[in-house]
C-alpha cells in the first residue's frame, strides 16, 4: 500500500510540475523547500537556499509566485536571466548594484506594488547611502523587515514595536558603523538608559520606539533640515505625545552622553550615598554588637541605668 | 502638659498625635508605593524587573501609580509644615532644647559618645531628649529627601510647568540632573530607610517587631525615663524616679 501510495504521489507531482508552465511557486519550492544550506555564486556571494514553503505560505506575501520577484527567472530557471523585468524595477535594479549583489531585480521588486514606500526609501538617509554613494551600508527593504519569504504582521516581525529597537540597534548599535558614520557614541544604550528605553523594557505601550521620532521609510540624517528632529522640527515631534512641548523641554530628549554638571552632581551625590551608607551600617552594626555584650557581659544593664543606681 | 513634679506622674504619655500619625501613616504607604514601583523603572533592564512591574499593572499603571503617591506625599509633607507652625502659632510647641528636633551641637557630641560606648571606650550612653539624634537624623533625612527628589519629581512629572522656571541656560544639563538626582538620592532614600529606620524601629531587640506608637502615638514614661531621660526630667522633674 505505502509504494503504491508514494507512486501515485510522484506521479501526481511530476504532472504538476510539467502542468504548471508559469513556473509558480510550488514548482520552484518543490526544490528549494528541500534543500538547506548556502551556494556561492561567481562573486563570492553566499545565496542560502532553503525557502520553507511552510513559512512562505503563512508570509504575507504568500499567495504571489516566485517568479513576481525574481522575474528574471523563467522556464529554464537559474539559465535565462533577463526575460521579462518590467523596466522600472529593471532601472531601479540597476541602482542597486553596490548593495544587491545576488539579484538586484528582486531587490528592486519590492517597488512594483511598494512603490511610493520604496521612493521614500530611496530619498531617505539609508537609501541615499545605496544609490547615491554607492555603499551597502544603507538599509533596504530586506534589513529591517527580513526576508520577504518570512514577512508576517505583527508580533514575530522585526519591524514590530517589541522588536523595532533591537532591528534598528543591530546597525546603530554597531561600533563600527558608529565609528564610520560619525554617530554619537552608543545611542542604543543612551536610549535604553533614558525614561522613554527604560518604560520601553518594561513593556509601555506608548511610548516612543526608534521610529516614532526620527520616521521610518523617510528616515533623515540628524543633520537634515526635513528630519522630524532637526531644530525646530522637534517641537511637533515632541508634542505630539507632549501637550505644549516648548524649546526648553525638547533639549532634554536627546542621545548625548550626560555632560559635565550632572555627572560631577551625580559623583557628588555617590560619596553622600556611600557616606550615608557608612555611617548608618557601621553605628547599626556596632549598636548591635554592645547590645549583645550588654546582655552578655554587662548584666546590670546600659550606661545610664548604672548612672542612676 | 505639665511640667510641674507634684503632680502625680502618668503611666504613659501621648508622643504624637492622632493627626502626626496620619501624616506618617500617608507618608510610608506613598513612600513604598514610590519605592516599588521607581525601583522596576530605575532597575528596567533587570530580568525579573519585567514581571515586577506587570506585578503593579504594567508600566502605564506603575506610572500612574508614582506619580499619584508622588503629589500625594509631597501635599502630607506640605500640610506636615503647616500642622507645624500652626502648633508654633497656638503656642503648643516651642523651642526647647531639651524637646526640640532641631539637629544641636549636642548631638553631634552624642555620636560621638554613643560610638564611644559602643567601642567599650566610655561606660556611659548617651542621654537624650525628646528625640535623639539618629530620631533627628530620621525626620531631617526627609527634608532632605522633599527637597532633592519631591523637586526634581515634580519636574520630571510635569515638564512644560517646570519650563516656566527652568532659566534659558541651564536647560542643556538640567533634565539630566533631575533624573540622575531622583533616581541616585532615591537609591538614597530607600538604603537609608532600610538600614536606619528598620533597625532602629523595628530590629532592635527591645522594639522587635516593632514599636506600637506609631498607632497608638503612647510612649510609657517607663520608657521615656529609660531612653529620653532629658525629656522625662523636663516634664517630670529630676527628683522623681
Known sequence: MRTSKSALATVLLLLLVVSSSAYGESSCLVCHNAMSGTSTTASGEVVHLEVKMSEYEASVHGFMACTDC???????????????VADSVKELSEQLGSKAKVDAVAYSACSTCHYEVYEQVLGSVHGRNVVEEGKSDGALCLDCHGSPHTIVKGEGSPVSRTAVVETCGRCHGSEELSEAYGWE????????????????????TKVPTCVSCHGAHDVRSKDDPSSPIFGTNKLTTCGRCHDGANEKFVVSITHQPVGPIPHYAEKGLIVLLMSTIAFCVSHVVLEAFSDIRDVVFRKEGSGHDQEHA | MTKSTHEEIPQEVERFDIIFRIQHVIMFVTFLLLAFTGWGLKFAHVDVSNWWIRVWGGAEVAGVIHRVAGVTMILDFIFHVIYLAILFTQGKIGFRKETTIIPLPKD?????????????????????????????????????????????????????????????????????????????????????????????????????????????????????????????EVRFGKGKE
Do not use: C, R
Open chain 1, 70 to 84: 525574481h522575474q528574471s527567472f523563467t522556464e529554464n530557471p537559474h539559465m535565462a536571466p533577463e526575460a521579462s
Open chain 1, 185 to 204: 557614541g552608543h545611542i542604543m544604550d543612551s536610549y535604553m538608559e533614558s525614561f522613554h528605553g527604560k518604560k520601553y523594557t518594561l513593556g509601555h
Open chain 2, 108 to 232: 553631634v557630641l552624642d555620636v560621638m559618645q554613643n560610638f564611644a560606648y559602643f567601642l567599650g571606650l566610655s561606660k556611659n550612653k548617651p542621654k537624650f531628649g525628646k528625640f535623639s539624634y539618629a530620631q533627628k537624623f530620621d525626620y531631617w533625612a526627609v527634608f532632605w529627601g522633599m527637597f532633592i527628589i519631591g523637586l526634581s519629581g515634580l519636574a520630571l512629572a510635569f515638564p512644560m510647568a517646570a519650563t516656566l522656571f527652568i532659566p534659558q541656560g541651564i536647560t542643556g544639563w538640567i533634565w539630566q540632573l533631575f533624573a540622575l538626582l531622583h533616581s541616585d538620592e532615591a537609591l538614597l532614600a530607600i538604603v537609608f530607610i532600610l538600614f536606619w529606620h528598620f533597625y532602629n524601629e523595628h530590629l532592635k531587640p527591645e522594639v522587635f517587631p516593632m514599636s506600637w506608637l506609631w498607632v497608638t502615638g503612647m510612649m510609657s514614661v517607663e520608657e521615656m525615663k529609660h531612653k529620653h531621660p532629658l525629656e522625662y
